[in-house]
């Protein structure tokens, strides 16, 4: 090896240290950049090796599993707890995160796609999975093939991770599968990010580790060049957040002890019971994963990752975030603008952080004892059927009127609404749905009562606009105010149906929000469906492929309109043909002689019930166009 090679190596050895020395995780998008860059590239032009697969994987990049010490893995919680174990073999905790294998013998595989028989993503050459003997790999053209290791989730769609550049190291592949859709797409896509954005780069045991899997401990090397990755075990099982049960189940190996335990309604210290706890350590449990947070420690983190011992107490290894601490003590830490992740009065408008919203509820802040709000006082992990984990017995409003009897007494005069009727439902109400993630709208964890001053002041529309989608901020303020509000009206509501503005002229999250509200059964009942298509139509060509998709959604589920033919990944020129299909279609259908006349110009038709363009078209010149980026990780590590 000559002096040169030796040189380039050592600049690749010093490039790592001064990256990692001034930053890594989540404050510098380029430290680790960087280390698996110049470093691994040295090496390869040293050693004469071709790049990008210089550095050949000599970890196995599956995660190891380690128990035995204080943790025993699900298995053992079987035989004294077969119920439990079966419910949550149900849900969809259990396969947020699995080893990537195929059908085989009759056995259904995780991989929830089918094999493709071409490219499934273009970008840079041709890209696709493919099976091979070592199981399913990915394919790019003119480069080794990569051995795909893990999927997550199983529920609305599945991602895959495969070895990557350094050693035991776990990258986001570029695709996803839509499991409604039965397709794949570009990740990207189905998250809230411009397209023009560079392709995520995203580590396993940078930041999915953190949730979807038990204890994971990322084990990265000093100068980060390689991960020797544990978990206890993948996905989210008993002891994510039952705590370590080695100790439980060493105790509980003796019946008699078995029996006096089961008889107890003492506290068994060996185990945490989330049910025994008081009820903001049973939400903490949750907000464990339920919260935006960032690891307290970093060195700390990179070794032995956040998980503690005791889940009930998450935040002495994690640091919450909110607008506030993202704008104050907190700052730097992230590799984002708080305002992707919050609303201007702090609400959280991201999905899978519900922790966030609870917190700031007054059902939560204001609580004594046992009337305290939990998470569990809507959700039951062992009850609850898998899509949304609701208890049985707390469904629709007695989620709510087990504290709020008085208003269950009188629920006409209070909601100003048949009772049968969605305006009468608890959380029609006081949970709009102003959260996105998994490509569609998700209610607000943050429960208050609707406010016109608070939306005006948040840009946060009130539950009223998100079911009377044709009404705007004026009609709600007048309603309200005929109900006894003392609320003044806010400057600059009148004129424009508020929902409407959000999808013609709002920013990325409020678009997404409003075209999923369009869709919305009980929203079209409040609002009447006639009308949409033209404004639904605008969306097809929207810059944010989510967008589009949303919007879609909802269009195809107009009867007139179910069988267009749009692709939300596909050309420019076929979404603007199929947006010209679904305008023509309803002139031609005299879709808007079906509209009243008198909600006609509300809703951007003439009063001869064709589409105003010009005031259409006025619309969406306004349109918000900030970039937006409500991803599923803070920042790249």
């Keep these: 090896m000559s002096i040169v090679d030796l040189a380039l190596i050592a600049i690749g050895s010093l490039a790592s240290q001064v ?37 050949a994987t000599s970890i196995d990049a599956t995660p190891l599993r380690r128990t035995g010490l204080v943790r025993v893995g699900s298995e053992s919680c079987r035989s004294c707890h077969p119920s439990e174990h079966a419910s949550w073999g149900r849900s969809f905790h259990r396969t947020m995160t699995q ?7 009759g056995k259904r595989g995780t991989l929830l796609g089918p094999i493709p028989s071409g490219p499934v993503a273009r970008g840079g050459g041709e890209v696709s999975l493919a099976r091979s003997l070592e199981g399913v790999v990915w394919r790019e053209a003119g480069k080794t093939d990569r051995r795909v290791v893990l999927t997550t989730g199983s529920h609305h769609y599945q991602a895959y991770w495969a070895e990557g550049a350094r050693p035991g190291e776990l990258s986001i592949l570029p695709l996803v599968y839509l499991l409604a859709d039965r397709r794949y797409v570009p990740r990207q896509a189905v998250f809230l990010t411009p397209e023009d954005d560079p392709p995520e780069e995203l580590a396993w045991s940078a930041s999915c580790i953190q949730c979807h899997a038990v204890a994971g401990e990322p084990h990265r090397g000093e100068f980060g060049e390689r991960f020797d990755t544990s978990v206890a075990e993948l996905g989210i099982a008993c002891e994510a957040c039952h705590g370590p049960g080695a100790a439980h189940v060493d105790k509980h190996r003796n019946p008699i002890t078995r029996a ?104 939560f802040e204001k609580g004594q004892g046992e009337r305290t709000m939990s998470c569990s006082s809507c959700h039951a992990m062992h009850k609850g059927e898998p899509d949304d984990q609701l208890a049985p017995e707390r469904r629709g409003d007695l989620m709510c009127t087990g504290c ?47 406010s016109v001053t608070r939306a005006a002041e ?143 110009a509300r809703v951007l038709l003439t009063p001869e019930g064709t589409v105003d363009e010009p005031r259409l078209r006025a619309f969406a010149a306004t349109r918000d166009d900030r970039a937006v980026r409500i991803s599923s990780r803070l920042a790249p590590a």
């Design 99 to 105: 080893r990537a294998t195929l059908d085989e013998g």
């Design 260 to 363: 006096l335990a089961h008889a107890s309604k003492t506290r068994d210290e060996t185990i945490v019971n989330p049910k025994r706890l008081p009820p903001r350590e049973r939400s903490l449990v949750c907000a464990q994963c339920h919260s935006l947070f960032v690891p307290k420690d970093e060195p700390r983190f990179w070794e032995t990752g956040v998980a503690t011992t005791t889940p009930e107490r998450p935040f002495e290894t994690r640091d919450l975030l909110t607008l506030a601490t993202m704008r104050g003590s907190l700052k730097g830490r992230v590799d984002a603008t708080p305002e992707n992740f919050f609303w201007a009065d702090g609400t959280i408008r991201v999905g899978g952080r519900e922790a966030n919203g609870l917190f700031e509820s007054p059902c």
């Design 458 to 600: 948040s840009g946060r529309l009130p539950a009223c606009n998100l079911c009377h989608l044709d009404r705007d901020l004026a009609w709600t303020h007048d309603a309200m105010r005929r109900w006894g509000s003392k609320e003044n009206a806010p400057d600059k509501v009148q004129g424009r149906a508020s929902a409407i503005a959000w999808l013609l002229a709002g920013d990325a999250a409020k678009r997404a929000l409003a075209a999923a509200q369009f869709g919305d059964g009980e929203a079209r009942a409040a609002s009447g469906d006639a009308w949409m298509a033209p404004i639904l139509a605008t969306a097809l060509t929207d810059p944010y492929a989510a967008v589009r998709y949303v919007a879609a959604r909802s269009l195809q589920s107009l009867v007139p309109f179910s069988n267009v033919r749009y692709d939300f990944v596909g050309a420019g020129p076929a979404r603007a043909a199929a947006q010209e299909v679904v305008l023509q279609r309803f002139q031609e259908a005299r879709g808007g002689a079906k509209v009243p006349l008198e909600q006609r």
């Design 19 to 55: 990256a990692l020395a001034r930053g890594t995780g989540w404050r510098r998008r380029g430290a680790l950049a960087l280390v698996t860059t110049l470093g691994p590239l040295a090496v390869a032009l040293a050693m004469g090796r071709p790049w990008p697969r210089a550095m």
């Design 404 to 450: 709020h009897g008085g208003v269950a007494a009188r629920l006409e005069a209070h909601t100003h609404h048949a009772p049968a009727s969605s305006g009468s439902r608890c959380v029609s109400c006081h949970m709009p749905k102003t959260t996105f993630a998994l490509l569609g709208a998700i209610r607000s964890h943050r429960i208050e009562s609707p």
